[in-house]
């Protein structure tokens, strides 16, 4: 079954612990994302991957990492978490960018 | 810079079409895209539209253009509460915009809400 997975699905931790929320998609696709939504603010895009070593920002990076190793994950890395990261987050992967295919979400409280 | 509006709620009867409606700004050729996401769950495609259409239709999906007024609308006939969620419209923004990203501009969703 073509998937996108994220975990962990939920996570609550402290300011400063740093953690990682791993993605991974069985497509064979180029393309993957990292989004944040918050209420009111919509989607946001955090880091995007064109191809494997290729990685770039997106419109909120500041706060986060991101690595391209594998065509298949696309880990996000948050070094010193704060609690205005505290959001719900997706990965999601693409052939061309349009038509992308998302995980099934990781929240993530900050305390 | 490019924009998507979308009105955030929507409440239909059951069995009744619904129509949710969103308005985009950039005037390039583009793809638009219709995407819902249900409670807990991530956002998956439901359809999408090249701006050179006016009309698509799948099974219960209609999707209109009009170009002049940059207007999009999703149709959803017979609508059942399965289809209670959150509907997000989506723009690819053009290349001398996004470089090799080609990101999507959303909306912020409009939660349809299907009363029995």
Known sequence: ?????????????????????????????????????????????IYYSMNVEVTDKGDVPEGYKVSRKEKRNFPLIL???????TSLY??????????????????LTVL | G????????LSVRE????????????????????????????LQLLTYIFSNM????????TVLLNKKDKHLSLRIADTQTGDSAIYFCA???????AGN???????LGTSLAVNP
């Open chain 2, 91 to 97: 723009e690819k923004d053009p290349p001398w915009n």
């Open chain 2, 54 to 61: 006016d009309m698509k239709q799948d099974q219960r999906l």
């Open chain 2, 15 to 42: 069995g009744d079409s619904s129509v949710i409606n969103c308005t985009y700004t950039d005037s390039s050729s583009t793809y638009l895209y219709w995407y819902k996401q249900e409670p807990g769950a991530g």
């Open chain 1, 79 to 85: 070094e010193s978490p704060s609690p205005n990261q």
């Open chain 1, 1 to 45: 079954e073509a998937q996108v997975t994220q975990n962990p699905r939920y996570l609550i931790t402290v300011t400063g612990k740093k953690l990682t929320v791993t993605c991974s998609q069985n497509m064979n696709h180029e393309y993957m994302s990292w989004y944040r939504q918050d209420p009111g603010l919509g989607l946001r895009q």
């Open chain 1, 90 to 107: 997706f990965c999601a992967s693409s052939q061309n960018a349009g038509e992308l295919f998302f995980g099934e979400g990781s929240r």
């Open chain 2, 101 to 107: 990203n080609r990101k999507l501009i959303w909306g």
């Open chain 2, 2 to 9: 490019e924009d998507v509006e979308q009105s955030l709620f």
